[in-house]
């Protein structure tokens, strides 16, 4: 597109732009116990200022069972949705500027994707999710810009069940092909919420029990941008992806058999194909594996080039996570370009 970047209002948010280009960076947060929770262990033991994460092994005494980590942030769990938010607007308003952005949730199922992504169940304003916050900014930037720029803004939901594209915002919601994926046009806050109703129902559609379902699914929202100058007549399109991955969680193939194991394979060679796909990014590697899932092809044209990715690492703190955390832990380390190393110690 042909579009001049549009100055950012202020210095402080042009150096965080500036800073933010063509990288991919990894938030990890921690979710708190929940309420009611008896067996309040946790294996998470230092949360630097710095994006700082010591794990401990329960199993193992002293050095030899601590392993550190560093990601862009860490938050605790007494981080709060504003907080998150906050951090990420200036990667959520460029997108008003040209970049495509594309911001994912991964973990296992219980770590708080959906909790950073959407928000908990019947959220009010205070505890909206990234989603709800995400589109609420862009129409209020899109408006404050209204006298120079006029801007359009629709969005699609997708989920991806088993390799397959269902449209989340169409009555016959069965596999098709992406670009058809019906596309509203929404005009504020009201409509947006009207949306994800709808979508969040049709997500329900025929599964039993709806929770289980969407941690086998990956939900991907996108927001197109179409911006013109009124100025110069010049004209941009982009786009933000937010993604809701499905569970990371291993499953015990002694113990799944039929369309439990079909699922978890599908899961498996699609966060194995983006982590993939982000990491060879991350390298900077030539050959970029885009064509090994539907997950990394419906994000192909907003992942690499000058596209931002943001990635959030969700991470259960309970003792009886422990490997899975690590395993999250491990991919995140990965997808952020960092070489797995040996154990270092904490400080
Ligand atoms: P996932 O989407 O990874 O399966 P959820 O978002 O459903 O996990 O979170 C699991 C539970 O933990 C939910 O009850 C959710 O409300 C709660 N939860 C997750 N993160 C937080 C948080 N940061 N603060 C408070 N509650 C949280």
């Not at 947060?29 to 009611?36: A, D, E, K, T, V």
């Not at 919420?193 to 129902?201: A, T």
Request: charged share 25%.
């Amino acid at each position: 597109a042909n579009y001049s970047v549009v100055l950012a209002e202020n210095r402080k948010l042009h150096n965080e732009l500036q800073e933010l280009k063509g990288n991919i960076r990894v938030y990890c947060r921690i979710r708190p116990f929940l309420r009611g929770q008896k067996e309040k262990q946790t294996v998470i033991e230092y949360i630097g200022e710095n994006g700082e994460l010591v794990v401990v092994n329960p199993s193992k005494q002293g050095k030899e069972g601590r392993r550190s980590f560093k990601f862009n942030t860490v938050y605790s769990p007494a981080s709060a949705q504003a907080q998150v938010y906050s951090d990420i607007q200036p990667l959520v308003q460029s997108v008003l500027d040209g970049y495509n952005v594309c911001i994912f949730a991964y973990g296992q199922t219980g770590s708080g994707k959906t909790y950073t992504m959407t928000g908990p169940d019947g959220a009010s304003e205070e505890d909206w999710g990234v989603n709800y916050r995400a589109l609420n900014d862009l129409f209020r930037i899109s408006q404050m810009r209204e006298s120079t720029f006029k801007y359009e803004i629709k969005v699609q939901m997708m989920e991806i069940y088993n390799e397959q594209v269902r449209d989340l915002l169409s009555s016959d919601a069965n596999g098709l092909a992406v670009p058809e994926a019906s596309m509203f046009p929404v005009n504020g806050t009201a409509d947006v919420l009207d949306l994800m109703d709808i979508g969040l129902r049709n997500r329900a559609k025929g599964s039993t029990a709806m929770n289980e379902r969407s941690s086998r699914s990956h939900s991907i929202i996108t927001i197109h941008v179409q911006g013109k100058d009124i100025k110069s007549g010049s004209s941009m399109h982009s786009s933000l992806h937010l993604v809701d991955l499905a569970g990371s969680e291993r499953v015990d193939r002694s113990e799944v058999t039929g369309d439990r194991l079909k699922e978890a394979q599908h899961i498996n060679k699609s966060l194995s194909a983006l982590g993939d796909v982000i990491s060879a990014l991350a390298q900077k590697n030539a050959h970029i594996p885009y064509r090994n899932s539907k997950l990394t092809q419906v994000l192909q044209a907003s992942l690499g080039g000058q596209a931002k990715t943001l990635m959030f690492v969700q991470l259960n703190p309970e003792i009886g996570s422990y490997s899975e955390t690590m395993s999250t832990l491990k991919f995140a380390e990965r997808a952020s370009g960092v070489e797995l190393g040996a154990a270092r110690s904490s400080k």
